[in-house]
């Protein structure tokens, strides 16, 4: 067992030595990653999400339901495809609250860290940020409309 004055006395040491040291010559900064947890996506959970994003053609992971978002980005998702017109019989969303596997498998999944996810014909497209760009750009109308989820004109 080592004492705990040895380990004192050696991080006085350490400590006093890289003052002088530092003023002097240039110290080699670690760089600095977030620490991540990885864990492993169960084979139930992964199947349970294929299963989960083939249910549709279009396919939102969100936080609350359609009806009533909870939270901005959510709700900024849903009116987007609203205004994009995506046709309703070929979509369907997945509450992530509602279910903590589901919450942090589709993270996993995607490798995507956020939520709301989006997924067109079982290919993800992005989160919140993606779409908002992708809509002010004209990618999603675009993408959507080849597709075939849009909503058909009346005619």
């Given at each position: ?22 003023a002097?010559?240039?110290?080699p ?88 996810q ?15 760009s ?10 959507l ?11």
């Amino acid at each position: 067992m080592i004492s705990r004055s040895v380990i004192s006395s050696t991080f006085r040491q350490a400590s006093q030595l890289s003052r002088p040291f530092a003023a002097n010559h240039a110290i080699p900064q670690l760089a600095r990653f977030p620490v991540q947890q990885t864990r492993q996506l169960s084979s139930e959970t992964k199947a349970a999400i294929d299963k989960a994003v083939a249910s549709a053609p279009v396919v939102l992971f969100m936080k609350g339901t359609p009806e009533m978002p909870q939270c901005g980005f959510s709700r900024a998702s849903i009116q987007i495809l609203g205004m994009q017109g995506v046709d309703p019989k070929k979509f369907t969303a997945f509450n992530v609250l509602e279910d903590e596997e589901l919450r942090q498998g589709i993270k996993e999944y995607s490798e995507w860290p956020t939520i709301p996810q989006l997924y067109v014909e079982k290919e993800f497209v992005g989160g919140c940020d993606i779409l908002a760009s992708m809509h002010q750009n004209g990618e999603l109308a675009k993408m959507l409309e080849e597709k075939g989820v849009l909503v058909e004109a009346e005619g």
